[in-house]
């Protein structure tokens, strides 16, 4: 649909908003952040609330100010452009349709403002429904069909226009959970048809590892690292973003024997292995190893005594609590060869130790 992507460059952006009564000074809801999307990429932006995901979002979309920073949607520098000079759609969690205009007048709704001609605006209308798959619920009302073509519609709606950016700001989180996992699929199918750059916004790690080019870990307004879901679910930089990316056991070591380029030698859990480090780690400071659940291996050759803390299955997988070196452990076993193991049970397991990788000890409380 849209003959030319453009990618979307944001530069050094700072939003600073008075802090609340209590406190003297500004709140960071932009702390210096700089990213990019690529022309046609899913870009996330996943982190807690409160990061300040949504004022990034709101900035590009030109609602709000930057405090300072540059925003760029293809080559033109937009942060003083007015929001509907932009060009960018927008995908909200309360999308909000007008309850009193059919399927086929919300969708047109947009094209009307642009004063299109009628055949045209028939057309065109009629393309988006099919592609959303909802051109047989055209002429029924919003409370007329289900949330989840709801959410087409709203879809519909936002891509109409041709916009160059589309935004999603956590745009499946009213929904329920089966809905959620089915929706976000065909987000993501409909967006790479229609090929358009998009920055998406959720807390939830796993939507966001589903449908995204790339993900985007935010923290009290700047961002903690950028990649593919598996560079940053593998080698992550932080306890803060392992922990956010899929589960982790965080291990202090007995000692850290050396650490250079990438590399440290270890103590854990009463043996010595050498395994992956983060560049933020830093020699002489307090540090954790990343021990992924699913790493761990029961094993009758394993080279760890372990005992059983607790137990429970969850179909693919029974997930274990492990007494190990008196450290309390979690452990996945996606084999089921162990399901006749009991609570209370002294087993071995074994560590793959190219998955682990020590990270610099995160001592801050907020998560
Ligand atoms: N209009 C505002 N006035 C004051 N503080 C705000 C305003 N909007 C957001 N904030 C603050 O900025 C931070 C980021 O908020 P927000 O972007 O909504 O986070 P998220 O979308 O990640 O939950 C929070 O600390 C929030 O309280
Ligand atoms: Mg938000």
Known sequence: MNNEAVGVEIRDLVKTFPAFDDKKGEVYAANHVTLSVQPGELVTLLGPSGCGKTTLLRMVAGFLMPTSGEIFIGNREVSKIPPNKRNVGMMFQSYALFPHMTVYDNVAYGLKLKHMGKTEIRERVKGILQLMQIENYASR?????????????????????????????????????????????????????????SLYVTHDQSEAMAISDKVIIMRSGKIEQAGT??????????????????????VRPDSVL????????????????????????????????????????????????????????????????LDIAGQEIEQMDFTQSNAALQVGDEIAVNLVTDSLRLLPLDDTEET
């Open 258 to 321: 050396s650490l250079s380029g990438g590399k440290a030698e270890v103590e854990l859990l009463g043996r010595r292995m050498t395994i992956d480090a983060s560049e933020e780690c830093r020699n002489g400071e307090p540090c954790v190893v990343m021990i992924r659940p699913e790493d761990i291996k029961i094993s009758p050759e394993g080279k760890f005594k372990a005992r059983i803390i607790s137990k429970a299955y969850f179909g693919q997988y029974i997930r274990h609590f």
């Open 229 to 250: 879901a598996m560079e940053i679910y593998a080698r992550p930089k932080n306890q803060f973003v392992a922990g956010f990316i899929g589960k982790a056991n965080f």
């Open 141 to 197: 009302f919003p409370n007329e069909i289900s949330g989840g073509q709801q959410q087409r519609v709203a879809l519909a709606r936002a891509v109409i226009t041709e916009p160059n950016v589309l935004l999603f700001d956590e745009p499946l989180s009213n929904l329920d959970a089966k809905l959620r996992e089915y929706m976000r699929e065909e987000l993501r199918k409909i967006q790479k048809r229609v090929g358009i750059t």
